[in-house]
Structure formats: C-alpha cells, structure tokens
C-alpha cells in the first residue's frame, strides 16, 4: 500500500479546502494547459481537458490521500484526459466517414490546421512523440517525471524525446530549402 502523500496542499485538496484548490490551479494549471495544448493541438480542447481534470480532483479528493505526487497525479490526469478526447475525435470522424475519405489516420488525433513550420513539424510527429515533447517541454516535466506519467521506462522516454528532435530537424531543415 502506497504510503501517501506528506504535501499540505494535498491534504488541503482532500480535505475540501478551497484555498488548496485555488493554489493547486495556481501552482499546476499553466503547464498542465501547455502540455494539453501540445497533446491535443486545440487550445479549446485543452483547455477543456484542463477544467475535466481539476473537477475530477475535487470529485475524487477523497482518493487523493494516497497520491505521493500531486504534480504526477495531475499530469496523468492530464494525459489520460487527452487520450478520451483524442478517442473522441477518432470516432466523430469515423462516423463522418472522414476515415474512409483518407482525412484522418486512424491511429493518430486529427491535427487542427498548424499555423507555423514549428507547428506543423509537431504535428506531424507521431502521437507518442508528440505526447513526450509535450510533457517534457510544454509540461516542463524530467525525464523520470514523464516516465512515471506514460507509466514506461526513462529510456524509452528518451528516445523518443530524441527520435521527436531527430524529426523536428529533419522537418524543419526540408522546410527552410
């Protein structure tokens, strides 16, 4: 049994405070927005996910007693938030026969139209790249960090954060000539 967490916030958040809340928002909210925003490429969107996962928080307080990381928690949610909303679009666009049309990769989110070459080098990464850059850059996140929120090894994090610069190069370079 985790041992839990020794973090006043944390137990501010469980005990109902709201005081705690509004820290937690203060402390965790911007990154969690940013590395939303990277996952997702929609700000609505992310900020949609944002709002889910702190109203998750304050309907599951009570569980948070054996949270040893707040800031890990919150990041899982955060992931764990995109993937619905990633799945989500999956099957809107599947029902729209977008599919079919060739619109959207089936095993990929649809991309919001980029608007610069960094932007578009992103999104055309693959959704487990982008997801490390996200948690690691936008999210500002360790190595260890996103590990322990992909629930996978510190290596294979980062490689693909490697693997993603190696394409972001690549990509960018192609665009500049």
Same mark, same amino acid.
Request: net charge neutral; glycine share 8%; proline share 3%.
């Given at each position: 049994?985790?041992? +839990?967490?020794?973090?006043?916030?944390?137990? /501010?958040?469980?005990?109902? =405070? #709201? !005081? @705690?809340?509004? &820290?937690?928002? $203060?402390?965790?909210? +911007?990154?969690?927005?940013?590395?939303?925003? /990277?996952?997702?490429?929609? =700000? #609505? !969107? @992310?900020?949609? &996910?944002?709002? $889910?996962?702190?109203?998750?928080?304050?309907?599951?307080?009570?569980?948070?007693?054996?949270?040893?990381?707040?800031?890990?928690?919150?990041?899982?949610?955060?992931?764990?938030?995109?993937?619905?909303?990633?799945?989500?679009?999956?099957?809107?666009?599947?029902?729209?026969?977008?599919?079919?049309?060739?619109?959207?990769?089936?095993?990929?989110?649809?991309?919001?139209?980029?608007?610069?070459?960094?932007?578009?080098?992103?999104?055309?990464?693959?959704?487990?790249?982008?997801?490390?850059?996200?948690?690691?850059?936008?999210?500002?996140?360790?190595?260890?960090?996103?590990?322990?929120?992909?629930?996978?090894?510190?290596?294979?994090?980062?490689?693909?954060?490697?693997?993603?610069?190696?394409?972001?190069?690549?990509?960018?370079?192609?665009?500049?000539?």
């Amino acid at each position: 049994m985790p041992r +839990g967490s020794d973090d006043p916030l944390v137990a /501010g958040l469980v005990a109902g =405070r #709201e !005081e @705690a809340l509004a &820290a937690a928002y $203060e402390q965790f909210a +911007g990154r969690l927005l940013a590395a939303a925003w /990277g996952m997702l490429g929609s =700000r #609505e !969107e @992310a900020e949609d &996910a944002v709002q $889910e996962v702190f109203l998750n928080l304050v309907r599951s307080r009570s569980s948070l007693a054996e949270v040893e990381s707040l800031q890990g928690y919150l990041f899982t949610a955060i992931r764990h938030a995109a993937v619905r909303r990633w799945q989500r679009r999956r099957r809107d666009c599947a029902s729209a026969d977008l599919v079919a049309a060739g619109n959207v990769a089936a095993s990929d989110p649809p991309r919001a139209e980029p608007s610069g070459r960094l932007e578009r080098a992103l999104r055309a990464l693959p959704a487990e790249q982008r997801e490390v850059v996200a948690l690691k850059i936008d999210g500002g996140l360790t190595f260890a960090e996103t590990a322990a929120v992909l629930g996978m090894s510190i290596n294979t994090v980062a490689s693909r954060y490697r693997y993603a610069l190696e394409k972001l190069r690549q990509r960018l370079g192609e665009e500049r000539t």
